[in-house]
């Protein structure tokens, strides 16, 4: 398959595309940028031609994927014309700075028929697996709380790129960049929210938070909790959840939990699942094969709803209702 990298404004740009390099079922045929300058350092550094018309990568027939990194401001108008134009679609989170922009890129990738992936790719991790699993089995019982921690320093150790607190091109800061990793993995725990209730704080003051937690409240009554932050060192991933008859806690690459065969006492798993492609891989595994590809439209659908309501309900000072 031939894949055109649309977009090298996001920090998994390279990473996504060395993926694609890498794969024997997979090549960049070109690379675009709305930046000239980067577009072309960009291309060079991949050895790929930089195509400046971004109409003639949607016309041209050879091209049958795109790897779409753009701002998340380009994204409404840009995955729409790819599904129009029948390139399968990879894509970067969020989707979608608006539920109704959501819906509308949602409408074109079902009416195209492409396949379409966004990244998320904690859910391919061993731990999360095996919580996931966990928690299917019902050893745990009816989950009623669970936070998910993720957090880093690029803020304070000054590594993210400065275009990343431009409120224009983000939507935001912490919370719909790195905060979107908790947000899908409660969504894919716990199910449909019903409310959320948002704080939202400045610690470097650039323009958008670096310090944000979102509480949310499930249909059933759980409690979810998304903590997020440009603001931390040292503090690993964390996810913690508790039912009525069991808890697990995963700390980066160790599972932890307790219910009634461990004699309700905390034990580690050690027989954990090997991981799972990566979705960029699983992607072009599905475009190769014509099988399902992981995270589908409506996953993306669903991750827009969950950042809608957490800055809605951080803007307003107010409980969000879904």
Not at 6 to 11: N, P, S, T
Not at 52 to 60: H, Q, R, V
Not at 246 to 265: P, Q, R, W
């Amino acid at each position: 398959m031939k894949v055109a990298v649309i977009g090298g404004w996001h920090v998994h740009t390279r990473e996504y595309a060395q993926a694609i390099q890498k794969n024997p079922n997979s090549e960049i045929a070109c690379l675009w940028d709305d930046d000239k300058e980067r577009g072309e350092a960009l291309a060079k550094e991949f050895s790929v031609p930089f195509e400046p018309d971004l109409e003639k990568i949607w016309a041209d027939p050879s091209i049958d994927s795109v790897q779409i990194t753009t701002a998340t401001n380009q994204h409404h108008d840009v995955l729409i014309a790819a599904a129009k134009a029948k390139k399968n679609i990879f894509t970067e989170k969020v989707l979608a700075f608006t539920n109704e922009e959501a819906e509308e890129i949602a409408k074109a990738v079902k009416e195209s028929g492409v396949t379409f992936t966004i990244s998320y790719p904690h859910k391919t991790w061993p731990t999360l697996q095996a919580a996931k699993a966990l928690v299917e089995s019902g050893k745990l019982g009816d989950i009623t709380y669970a936070r998910v921690r993720d957090a880093h320093n690029g803020s304070t150790a000054n590594w993210l790129p400065p275009h990343f607190y431009d409120e224009k091109q983000t939507g935001g800061g912490a919370m719909i960049d790195l905060g979107a990793h908790p947000m899908y993995t409660l969504n894919w725990f716990m199910g449909q929210p019903k409310s959320v209730v948002s704080m939202f704080t400045e610690v470097t003051h650039r323009g958008v938070e670096d310090n944000a937690v979102s509480v949310i409240e499930f249909k059933n009554g759980a409690i979810g909790v998304s903590e997020t932050g440009f603001v931390t060192t040292g503090m690993p991933y964390v996810l913690e959840m508790s039912g009525t008859k069991g808890s697990l806690m995963v700390h980066n690459d160790i599972l932890e939990y307790s219910c009634e065969e461990t004699g309700n006492k905390l034990v580690e798993m050690k027989d954990l699942p090997a991981a799972q492609p990566l979705p960029i891989d699983a992607w072009i595994q599905a475009v190769t094969n014509g099988t399902e590809a992981p995270n589908g439209i409506e996953d993306a659908v669903a991750l827009t709803k969950f950042m809608v309501g957490a800055y809605i309900s951080h803007q307003t000072g107010k409980k969000y209702l879904f």
